[in-house]
């Protein structure tokens, strides 16, 4: 019997993993379908290309593209512990402030409006170059600005320039507009991903479990709450049980995917 048992160590049970173990008397359980993050190309930040179409996602498709020749492309989804943010592009890039307002405004997301969320940003940066009212440091996800950056890239940004983009030195300002280089999700030239920010020392709690390589097969239901789930591991069934919570995190794909599984 678990508290709270979080499905999907991605991005997002990454974080909540390491947030609600922070309360000793709580017992956490992080289930992820993929392995452990142990795979050398994960934390060398150019490794992403060998990535994104291999063992570490779920290998989804989109339909054929009528725009481009038919042709179905890559939809990358980690399978992994850290998930997409163990296997993308590092490009750190939280979205324009104008979205979330309309979440709120116009689609009833009522606590989403930037100026709700702005300062849990803030709080999970550790920024090597910006420190100011968009940025923060200290936090756990290490934020880096390139270093050494090729020739093709001041020369594209310059270009932009001279044909009247403005250049834009941090894309996660006040405006994204315009152009200039990206920060990554990298610390010390190595991938700072959401598993090892978040989770490297968390891991070491004595109320944190993290089990990888399980197959979540569906929730369990108990007078319409969800009391626990059901996986499999080397094949073998095993039912787990939360007393609190059981907090779906398994991305955009496997998070409907699981509730309509359950009969959701």
């Known amino acids: 019997m678990y508290d709270y048992i979080i499905i999907g160590g991605g991005s997002a049970g990454s974080v909540l993993a390491s947030r609600l173990s922070e309360n000793a008397d709580c017992k956490v359980l992080l289930v992820e379908a993929g392995p452990k993050d142990s795979n050398p190309y994960i934390h060398l930040p150019v490794g992403f290309s060998k990535l994104t179409a291999g063992p570490l996602t779920w290998g989804y498709k989109t339909v054929p593209q009528p725009q481009l020749g038919n042709r179905e492309l890559l939809f990358a989804q980690g399978r992994v512990l850290g998930g997409g943010s163990s296997i993308n592009a590092e490009v750190f890039t939280r979205g324009t402030p104008a979205d979330y307002d309309r979440w709120a405004a116009e689609k009833g997301c009522d606590g989403w409006s930037f100026a709700d969320i702005q300062r849990y940003f803030i709080k999970s940066e550790d920024n090597d170059t910006f420190s100011d009212a ?91 709450r969800a009391v626990g789930v059901e996986i499999y591991q080397d094949g073998t069934p095993q039912r787990l049980h939360a007393s609190r919570e059981v907090i779906v995190s398994a991305g955009a794909i496997g998070s409907p995917k699981l509730l309509q599984l359950s009969g959701i």
């Open 134 to 224: 968009w940025h923060g440091v200290g936090g756990p996800l290490g934020v880096s600005s390139p270093i050494g950056a090729n020739l093709m890239s001041k020369t594209f940004s310059q270009a932009c320039q001279q044909a009247g983009l403005p250049y834009n030195p941090d894309f996660n300002g006040a405006t994204q507009a315009g152009c200039g280089l990206y920060q990554t999700t990298t610390r010390n030239a190595r991938r700072c991903s959401a598993a090892v920010g978040y989770l490297k020392d968390a891991r070491q709690r004595s109320n944190l479990t993290i089990k990888t390589g399980c197959h979540i097969s569906r929730l369990l239901i108990d007078n319409q």
